[in-house]
Each structure stands twice: as structure tokens, then as C-alpha cells.
């Protein structure tokens, strides 16, 4: 098993404003995972996305991209959709480049479409993609869609597992939100049950914050806020450590590598050495 933390972006105590000066930061922290973030554009050339790898691995650093957010493969405007697909690939491109194991991605909206419906359309162009990727010849970088908060996105856990059961490629994979799925069961979440759906992962890549509480609508919501609330983590840790996983688990609150620290505390006192 290895663990794997660090923050979904830049260090944000680095002294250089940089993925360059977030790589020093990490190291000095003995932290050892940094998520690119494309959110809002995919800012690397080609030729800087390889520089970036090539330092990652000089500080021993495991990196995945997010890929930007301007994403819906269901949309009804087909537009849309061709732009999603070339942002999709061009984030592959960049983390194949980067050496990067996953790209993230908030793949879609149900819309007017049933769950059946939306299910189908997702396989068929998630075929695509894999097509795509395999033209491209990409090699060590895979897929992952998120699991997503809200009922309106696609998709749950389960659907996601379906997919890939339905897909079987080596270059689809799924990044488990545990916030989102806390949101969607309202304030729930049952470890042992999420990561025995995961048995057969050999490398699970995951996010972690907490998640705000709406006294108005009673409801947890997707609003990210640093690690003292819920849903805690040290049970999650525990399960990890029970299990032997091997896990990348990126920091997705608004203190990014301070709550990755948090969370390597945690793993230390229950005994994993870093």
C-alpha cells in the first residue's frame, strides 16, 4: 500500500507563486501529491506540461489534472459537447505528458434526460473519448470521472462503477469526491461500504474536504471549508489503513496543503509512516 496527500493546486505557503515553488513546498512538508488545476483553462503547452513532469518526479511528487469545469457531455447543444470533448483530450494530452495517473472530470448534467437515458449517452461517448485516448496513444494517464454532490449531476457512485463495468477499458477510472458523496446522502457516508464498492481498484484517487451545513435548507451543501466539521476523516483513515490501500488523496479545502497536513497527522498517529 503507499497514501498519497497533497493539495488540488498550488501550496499555498509556497514561497514562489508557482507549480515550481508548490513542488519545493511539498517536499518540504514531506508531502508527495499535487493535483494541476485546469479548472478554468488549460494554461501548460505542451512543451511546459513535460518540464513540470519532469521536476514532479525529481521531488517525488504523484500528480493528476483536473480538467476545466466548462464541461457537459450531456448537453443538448452539440457545440457544447465537441468543446467538452476537446477539453477532455487536450487535459489527457497535457497529464500524458506530465506523467500525470488520472484527469478528473466533472463529467456532466442529467438535463431532461432520464438516468437510463443519460447512462446510455455517457457509454456511448465515453467509448469516444477512449478512442480517442487509444489514437493518442495514451499509455499511463486514465479517466476519471467525479462523483458528483448533486442529484442534477452526473453521476453516483454506483453509476459511475457501472460504467466502467459496461466500458472495461484500462483507461477509465473514477475519482471518489467523499465530500460530494456525504452531500448527496445528506450528511451520511459509510466508509467501509464506498471502499468495499472499490475492491478491485489498485489505485484509488480521491478528494477530501469538509463541506458546509445550510441552516436554511437543513441540508449539506458543496461549499468546500477547511477540515474541523464534517465529514470527519479519521474513520476514513482508519478503513484505509484496515484495508491496505494504495490511495491518492487530494485536498480540496480552502487551507489546500495545511489540511493535507491535517490528514497526514492523522495517518501518523494511527501508525503509517510517511
Known sequence: MK????????????????TFGSFERLKELNLNAQEIEFVRSIYLSPKAAEEIGRQARNYGIELSVHAP?????????????????????????????MGA??????????????KE?????????????????EKMR??????????????????????????????KSKLLTICVDFAHLYCRENGKIDYSKVLDKLKGFKHIHSHFSNVKYNL?????????VPMNSHPSFEPLAKEILKRKITITI????????????????????LGYKF
Open 3 to 18: 497514501i498519497y496527500l497533497g493539495p488540488g493546486g498550488n501550496c499555498l505557503t509556497a514561497k514562489q507563486s508557482s
Open 117 to 133: 437515458e443519460a447512462f446510455n449517452k455517457m457509454k456511448e461517448i465515453t467509448l469516444r473519448i477512449i478512442e480517442e485516448m
Open 216 to 224: 436554511n435548507s437543513k441540508k449539506f451543501v458543496d461549499v468546500h
Open 69 to 97: 469545469y466548462f464541461i457537459n457531455l450531456l448537453s443538448e447543444d452539440r457545440d457544447k459537447v465537441e468543446a467538452s470533448l476537446k477539453r477532455i483530450l487536450e487535459s489527457v494530452d497535457r497529464a500524458e505528458r
Open 138 to 167: 495514451v499509455k499511463n494517464t486514465k479517466l476519471a470521472y467525479e462523483t458528483m454532490a448533486k442529484e442534477k449531476q452526473f453521476a453516483d457512485l454506483d453509476e459511475l462503477l457501472n460504467l466502467m463495468k459496461e466500458i
Open 250 to 269: 487530494i485536498s480540496e479545502s480552502p487551507k489546500l496543503e495545511l489540511d493535507s497536513l491535517k490528514m497526514k497527522d492523522i495517518f501518523e498517529k
Open 101 to 114: 495517473k488520472f484527469v478528473v472530470v466533472h463529467a456532466a448534467y442529467y438535463g431532461k434526460l432520464s
